[in-house]
């Protein structure tokens, strides 16, 4: 049974840093995995997605990685700000068509 | 385009009610996908609907059920509400991989 876990639960950072969210899954089986972000009470926004056949994917200051032999995901992102303030989930698709969704990092980037 | 559409925004029910939700995809978009997520849990899959047929269905009680029209818009129905019902129900639609949720809809169970 997949698991993705994700880790720290929360993060606190000052504004300017270059930080790194870190995403784990036990069935590496994948075929792409997807990283979101979702504001409180709001649904999530697409950030990145990367096919098993990528090692990274690219947008402004985020960097995404994937090493399907570790189990591992990362999401770069350089010279934070304020606005990126949310909560990051990574999420992995299932046999069913569905997505399952590690547990969430909670960024807060303070001015 | 527009994006995913989720109507009513939020909602307060009493246990024992029923209650339906609304999801309207972006244009073109066939599969509609439902997703629970609260502080608990997290996370999870309820249902996916593609060209008004259920295509797959997460582990929830038949008491969550769903449909969807000829024009893609979808429906999510809970019935005998519980409070541990109260959740944000996020609704998303597929482009090839990519999933574009919408803005949620908030219910409260007292």
């Known amino acids: ?65 994937l090493d399907k032999s570790s189990g591992r995901s990362t999401l770069y992102i350089a010279a934070s700000q304020p606005g990126d303030s949310a909560t990051y989930l990574c999420a992995v698709p299932t046999g069913a068509n569905n997505l399952f969704f590690g547990t969430g990092t909670r960024l807060t980037v303070i001015p | 385009k527009a994006g995913v559409t989720q109507t009513p925004r939020y909602l307060i029910k009493t246990r024992g009610q029923q209650v339906t939700l609304s999801c309207s995809p972006i244009s073109g978009h066939r599969s509609v996908s439902w997703y629970q997520q609260t502080p608990g849990q997290g996370l999870q899959f309820l249902f996916e609907y593609f060209s008004e047929t259920q295509r797959n269905k997460g582990n929830f009680p038949g008491r969550f059920s769903g449909r969807q029209f000829s024009n893609s818009r979808s429906e999510m129905n809970v019935s005998t509400l519980e409070l541990g019902d109260s959740a944000l129900y996020l609704c998303a639609s597929r482009d090839t991989e990519k999933l574009f949720f919408g803005s949620g809809t908030q219910l409260s169970v007292l």
């Not at chain 1, 300017?16 to 994948?30: H, K, P, Q, R, Y």
């Open chain 1, 1 to 65: 049974k997949q698991e993705v876990t994700q880790i720290p639960a929360a993060l606190s950072v000052p504004e300017g840093e270059n930080l790194v969210l870190n995403c784990s899954f036990t069935d590496s089986a994948i075929y792409n995995l997807q990283w979101f972000r979702q504001d409180p009470g709001k649904g999530l926004t697409s950030l990145l997605l990367i096919q098993s056949s990528q090692r990274e994917q690219t947008s402004g200051r985020l960097n995404a990685s």
